[in-house]
C-alpha cells in the first residue's frame, strides 16, 4: 500500500508560477514510476509529466515542455511539479500518482492522490 498527498495547489494569474508537491508513504520500494496527471470538469484525465524514482529520468507532455519541471527529493519518497508560464489551459485539479512499471498511462498506475486543484485567471 502506497499513500499520496498532494499540496501546492491554488489561485494564481496568467503567466505566474506555482508549485506543487506529492508525499509518498508506505510501501514506497515498490514505486518505479511518479507522475503527476491533470484533469478539467467534463474532460478526460491526461498525462502531464513523470519521473523514474531510482534514475530520475524525465518525462513530458508536448504542451508543458519547458513550462513545468517535474523532480523528487533525495530520498525518492516526494516528487514536486514546478509550474511555470501558467495558462488558463492549465486550469485542472492535479494528481499525482505512481506506479511499480514504466508506463505512463492513467491505467497503469497503482495509486492516486485526492488531487489538488489549479486555476489560472487571465
Do not use: H
Request: charged residues 20%; hydrophobic residues 35%; aromatic residues 10%.
Amino acid at each position: 500500500q502506497v499513500q499520496l498527498v498532494e499540496t501546492g495547489g491554488g489561485l494564481v494569474q496568467a503567466g505566474g508560477s506555482l508549485r506543487l508537491s506529492c508525499a509518498a508513504s508506505g510501501r514506497t520500494f515498490t514505486i518505479y514510476t511518479m507522475a503527476w496527471f491533470r484533469q478539467a470538469p467534463g474532460k478526460e484525465r491526461e498525462f502531464v509529466a513523470a519521473i523514474r524514482r531510482i534514475s530520475g529520468n524525465t518525462y513530458y507532455t508536448d504542451s508543458v515542455k519547458g513550462r513545468f519541471t517535474i523532480s523528487r527529493d533525495s530520498a525518492k519518497n516526494t516528487v514536486s511539479l514546478q509550474m511555470n508560464s501558467l495558462k488558463p489551459e492549465d486550469t485542472a485539479a492535479y494528481f499525482c500518482a505512481v506506479s511499480r512499471q514504466p508506463m505512463t498511462v492513467p491505467d497503469a498506475m497503482d495509486y492516486w492522490g485526492k488531487g489538488t486543484l489549479v486555476t489560472v485567471s487571465s
